[in-house]
């Protein structure tokens, strides 16, 4: 592909192709189709979303935090967005920017699974574990549309209940560089 065809494209091909090379596991043709669809003036927040999504596939977190970032600002609503950047900081150890992110999350009604993912996730950050499962555990149950997501949050329910068990009460356990696809699966449940 070159510019030349890039150009060519619209958004809605762009976004098509790059969630095929996604799915495909070409995050490099994939990042080519974000990156040329968020330049354009008509990017959408779930592109900058998608983009940053691809970047913390391939590991590189602070260009997914960026992406993620500039998702937000365009659409502060994009709920999905909100929960995998403030994962992200977490896995920076960006704890109090996490919980600014995630803030916004339990605003959410009662009956939204990123009401309690966000609950859950704060916390933790305030090593608040026993209300940190709780929160989990019921986003968990209510969550019925993505299955990754569930995945993710057992995973970090597992953490907790690691740490619970060895007596500690350490702070937000970082996200492993072994588990950061957990940062992931939830956008679009594409791959895990």
């Given amino acids: 592909m070159n510019h030349n065809t890039l150009a060519m494209l619209d958004q809605a091909e762009l976004q098509q192709l790059a969630l095929n090379a996604s799915?495909?596991?070409?995050?490099a043709s994939a990042i080519a189709y974000w990156k040329e669809a968020v330049a354009r003036p008509d990017a959408s927040a779930q592109a900058h979303y998608l983009l940053g999504a691809e970047y913390?596939?391939?590991?590189?977190?602070?260009?997914?935090i960026g992406a993620m970032e500039a998702a937000i600002a365009l659409d502060p609503s994009?709920?999905?967005a909100r929960l995998q950047l403030g994962m992200l900081l977490l896995g920076a150890n960006q704890a109090a920017r996490a919980d600014e992110v995630l803030a916004v999350l339990v605003q959410l009604d009662a009956g939204n699974p990123l009401h309690?993912?966000?609950a859950g996730l704060r916390h933790l950050i305030g090593e608040r574990l026993a209300p940190a499962v709780e929160s989990l555990s019921q986003g968990v149950a209510l969550n019925q549309v993505n299955p990754p997501l569930n995945h993710d949050m057992q995973a970090i329910l597992r953490q907790i209940e690691q740490?619970?068990?060895?007596?500690?009460?350490?702070?937000a356990p970082a996200v492993e560089d072994d588990s950061q696809h957990l940062l992931l699966s939830a956008y679009t449940g594409m791959r895990h």
């Avoid at 799915?23 to 995050?27: E, G, I, V």
């Avoid at 913390?56 to 997914?64: F, V």
């Fill in 116 to 118: 309690h993912f966000g």
């Fill in 56 to 64: 913390a596939q391939i590991k590189m977190y602070e260009r997914a």
């Fill in 23 to 27: 799915a495909a596991n070409d995050s």
């Fill in 163 to 171: 740490r619970q068990a060895d007596g500690t009460a350490a702070a």
């Fill in 78 to 80: 994009l709920s999905v």
